[in-house]
Structure formats: structure tokens, C-alpha cells
């Protein structure tokens, strides 16, 4: 009996023991890659300095990087966001086949603390009110899936939220393009005309993208609206009929109609509480070498009906 609790305690400090090493190597492997990465990022002359406080990785793999700074050339105070989850991403290529990552809270720079503490405006109140002092509640996240074996199609998510405030998302799928154009280096000029080269060839079925009212929207237009000593439905309806108006004068008529539902969608969002939807899902299965030659035909002749078709835009507000 003694015999084999001593064999059994033995054999579990023995697991804990490869355990514990197992997440040493994960933790110095992680840390890394992700220290070679940040030297590239700073490769970019527009980028300063970027580091992290503190790296943490679970035993499953997860990431977490917290308060992680990037100083650009053009700002005096760094971006911080609070933290930076690895939630799924593959290391089999050079470039992942799929990521899956997410940011939690913006710290604010300095000067605008001391701004936001001292306006007495309707929405810096409104932000105070749900507990921004240092700290935007933002929540990020994006993610993308390449299936090399299916044209190369890429379906990409991007989600960006502040609590009680606005949300935004972003989605698009694109095939026949590699992955090293669509992820080339911005600040290689060659690799960007390579990269440009290949999207000639590729298609883009759909990009979709959406703005949500989480309860900012009506305190930001009540504080423009007392700006200006009018109402909101005041504000409101001569935006309206400006935008009409503008419409009316510098576009095509074979596009009002259209011009005109869409800016009648964004009036709808601007009552507060919708969600205002933006979305192309081309003829020709977004096929560029396909729909170039008809949006140019169709724009030369002044056939701008064919151009929307042939694009399929929709604007919605729900």
C-alpha cells in the first residue's frame, strides 16, 4: 500500500514536473517569435518602438500579451492596448492559414485624460457615465481562414467594439489571390506591385461591413445639436435634405434613386438604436479581370444602372 502511494506520488511529480517544463519551452518558444516579430514591425519607418509588458501562455497554447505599446512617427504618446489574446494560430506555414486574435482596452493618452475630465460636454459626460476614466472599453477581434485547396479563398472577420457606445464590423472573402500578396510588406515597394499584380487576377465576392448604435449615437448628435442651438430632429433633417440636395447636383440621374434610398438608410441610423449595413457582392463572383472591362464599358457609356448592378451594392439600416 505504501509501496504504491510512494510509486504513484513519485510518478505525479514526475508529470507535473514534464508539465511545468512543457510550458517553459511553449513560454520561451512563444517569446520568440514574438520578439522576431515586433523587430520586424519596427522595420516599418513610420513605427518607432512597440513592446509589451508581460507574455502569458497557457497550457493549451493560448496567448495573452498585456499592455502592449506602439509609438509612431507621427504621435508624441504611445497606443496601449490593455491586451492581446492569441486565441487560435497556425504555425505550420510562414505566413498562418488562419488567426483568430483579440484586443481588450485603449489606453488613453495623457492629454486626452486631462481633456475628458475637464469637458462638460453631453458626451464626454455620457463616457464618464459608463466608466471610461484612462481606459476605452474597447474589444477587438479578427480572424481569417485560407483554404489553399479551395481557389485560395480567405475568408476574413473583423469585429471592433466600444461597450455602450458603437460597434463596427467588417467582413470580405477573397479567392485566386496568394496569401504573400495579400500580407505583402506596405513599405517594399516591389512587393506591393507584385502583390497589386496578383489582385488584378483574384476575385472578391463579398464585402460587407456594418456600424451599430450601442447608445452613443443619440448623446453625440444631442451634443452637436446644442452646439448648434437646434434640436436633434432638426439637425437631423436638414442633414437630410443636404445630403439630397448634393446628391441631386453632383450625381449622375440614372443614380439617384439609389442615391436617394441610401441616404434615406442612414436617416433611418441616425434615429439611434439601428444597425446601418453597407454590402457588395459582385456579379462574375467578383472576379476583377471579369468586371473590369464591363465597369469601364458601362462608366464610358454612362450606363451608371449597369455599374450598380454589376456591383450589387446594398444599403440597409435595421
Sequence with gaps: MAKGLII?????LALAGAAVGYQSWMHQQVESKIDALMLKIEQNPEIVDVAYEDLNVSFTGDIELLNISLLTSESDDPVVFRSLRVEDYDIQHEIPHYVNVALQGLKLPDDFIAELQQDQGAFSDYLKSIGVEDTLPLDAKFSYVFDEENSQTQTTNLEIGLDKVMSYKLDWVSKDIPLEALYSDPSNEVEQATALAAMMKGSFPKLAMSISDQGGLPVFLQEVADEREQSVQELNSNWLAMANMQSQMMLPPAVQPAASDAISQVAVFLDGGKSLSISF?????????????????????????TILDLLNLKVLAI
Design 8 to 12: 504513484g506520488g513519485v510518478t505525479a
Design 281 to 305: 457582392e459582385p456579379q462574375h463572383d467578383g472576379s476583377i479581370e471579369s468586371l473590369s472591362p464591363l465597369l469601364m464599358q458601362a462608366y464610358m457609356s454612362g450606363d451608371y444602372q
